[in-house]
């Protein structure tokens, strides 16, 4: 049962998405259908290397007008696991967007050629060294996610970027993508200033909730409770009931880090490196030198606008 629920908000997401970007754009459907595809191989690529490596309640969300992301926990993680989570997005989308621009140069196909540059576009923006996007997470496992200043001044630098580049552009989702991202700046620094607090107290704070101690429960417990005003009220209007309590296991949960494993070795990691900046470079510079050969391409898209 919970497997088909999962397929249908994934469903329900999907034609969301459609729906969103048909009401802007109504004579756009096969564009529209094309953007979904390439977003569906790309997240299905997360999604398959989650289940692979056991990821709990996994599942793939489409945001309409915006894109779409896979979701899914585990306990304690593994930087290898997670290189080939991230990396199964984008890099299978690149090659399969290269494949389609060879086959559609070789036999002058428009919609084949179409579709690569849409794999190829969407899978190298992912591949920016920008928080959230696949680049970003690979720049994170590679500097190490214990270092939270250093993921809390990335996430905000991203922001200030995204921003500015909607700005300068005239983009307005890509700006308001990058304001939503503020609000994740806001969250990271919350959790950083409440993670310095737990480590001066002597706790943990990399750590499972089934692994913590009675001790560092309470102690987590008044830590989270003097940070947050609203669930600190929450707790005195309703002292000592059953449900406070869970409400409070789960903000505690949600204080601790879950631990991961540096375990990817030098190799590894210039393995990681060439394949983050060859899907960003190699594309480019193929596409580049052959475009002086797709005049065919653009005759064909002037008779279509």
């Not at 990335?154 to 993508?177: D, H, N, Q, V, W």
Request: glycine share 6%; hydrophobic share 50%; charged share 15%.
């Amino acid at each position: 049962m919970k497997r088909k629920s999962r397929l249908d908000i994934t469903v329900f997401t999907m034609v969301l998405f459609v729906a969103s970007f048909l009401f802007f754009f109504q004579d756009s459907l096969g564009l529209i259908l094309g953007l979904l595809l390439v977003l569906f191989i790309h997240e299905l690529g997360h999604f398959a290397f989650m289940k692979k490596f056991k990821y709990r309640n996994v599942r793939m969300l489409f945001v309409p007008l915006m894109g779409a992301f896979v979701q899914g926990s585990k306990d304690k993680y593994s930087q290898i696991e997670a290189f080939f989570v991230v990396l199964a997005g984008p890099i299978p989308g690149i090659v399969l967007g290269s494949i389609l621009f060879y086959l559609g140069s070789l036999y002058q196909e428009p919609y084949s050629l179409t579709l690569s540059f849409i794999f190829i576009l969407l899978n190298a923006i992912n591949l920016l060294p920008l928080d959230p996007l696949d680049g970003g997470q690979v720049l994170n496992l590679l500097v190490g996610k214990k270092q939270n200043l250093f993921q809390l001044l990335f996430s905000l630098l991203s922001s200030l970027i995204l921003i500015g580049i909607g700005l300068y552009l005239e983009a307005p989702l890509l700006t308001i993508f990058g304001l939503l991202m503020s609000f994740r700046v806001r969250n990271i620094q919350k959790k950083y200033n409440l993670h310095k607090q737990m480590s001066a107290a002597g706790i943990n704070f990399q750590n499972t909730y089934a692994d913590i101690s009675n001790k560092e429960y309470a102690a987590i417990r008044g830590l989270v409770l003097d940070n947050n005003r609203a669930l600190a009220k929450y707790m005195d209007v309703n002292p000592n009931t059953e449900e406070a309590e869970e409400v409070m296991a789960l903000q505690v949960d949600a204080a601790l880090e879950a631990p991961i494993a540096l375990d990817a070795s030098w190799w590894m990691k210039s393995i990681v490196i060439l394949l983050w900046l060859g899907g960003l470079i190699l594309p480019t510079v193929y596409i580049w030198s052959n475009i002086v050969n797709l005049k065919w391409y653009y005759e064909i898209l002037q008779s279509w606008g």
